[in-house]
Antibody, heavy 122, light 111 residues
């Protein structure tokens, strides 16, 4: 069974940094692209980043470009999201999701982890 | 990149069929077959229900079906059941600088 477990969320002040992790199991992690999608409390979904199977191609939403960095460690079956210069509007549940293929474009998200909450507040 | 437009709410009685629309533009829904639909129950992670406009993943009930015409995609739930009560989101790949866009979300209520 494919399983994705996020961690690393918490309370951080505006301008601060946080690193999220996503531990993957149940599939050959280094064969697949991965994504981060977020959801502000009570709001809709927003794709924020994707990374290809070999980290050779990475994409970001305009809203996080230059502030967030996606990465992966295939030896640890883990996906990461380094978030810098955090803003109040970055407050959300952050989900990692598996791609259907090795490239992050032209695809869909299945399955999703349970999410980790990031709260940016002073 | 603006979110795809979905109705805020749709309701139906058990056994009925409902359809949720997802309207985009020629830069997203109208140009790509990479339209997918997700079901989200309160406090839970989203679950893939439809991919590539009309394909159902293994394990998803055949009561769920998808289609697309022009810039509008649709999700139909037939034989509505109480367990179908949830939020539903569409998503599409886009040619914009943010490559994926989600819909505004639709709350489905089973009367």
């Amino acid at each position: 069974e494919v399983q994705l477990v996020e961690s690393g969320g918490g309370l951080v002040q505006p301008g601060g940094s946080l690193r999220l992790s996503c531990a993957a199991s149940g599939f050959t992690f280094d064969d697949y692209a991965m994504h981060w999608v977020r959801q502000a409390p009570g709001k809709g979904l927003e794709w924020i980043s994707g990374i290809s199977w070999n980290s050779g191609s990475i994409g970001y939403a305009d809203s996080v470009k230059g502030r967030f960095t996606i990465s992966r460690d295939d030896a640890k079956n883990s996906l990461y999201l380094q978030m810098n210069s955090l803003r109040v509007e970055d407050t959300a549940f952050y989900y990692c999701a598996k791609d259907a293929d090795g490239d992050w474009w032209w695809s869909w998200f299945d399955p999703w982890g349970q999410g980790t909450l990031v709260t940016v507040s002073s | 990149q603006s979110a795809l437009t979905q109705p805020a709410s749709v309701s139906g009685s058990p056994g009925q069929s409902i359809t949720i629309s997802c309207t985009g533009t020629s830069s997203d829904v109208g140009s790509y077959k990479y339209v997918s639909w997700y079901q989200q129950h309160p406090g839970k992670a989203p679950k893939l229900m439809i991919y590539e406009v009309s394909n159902r993943p293994s394990g998803v009930s055949n009561r769920f079906s998808g289609s697309k015409s022009g810039n509008t995609a649709s999700l139909t739930i037939s034989g509505l059941q109480a367990e179908d009560e949830a939020d539903y989101y569409c998503s599409s790949y886009t040619s914009s600088s943010t490559p994926y866009v989600f819909g505004t979300g639709t709350k489905v209520t089973v009367l």
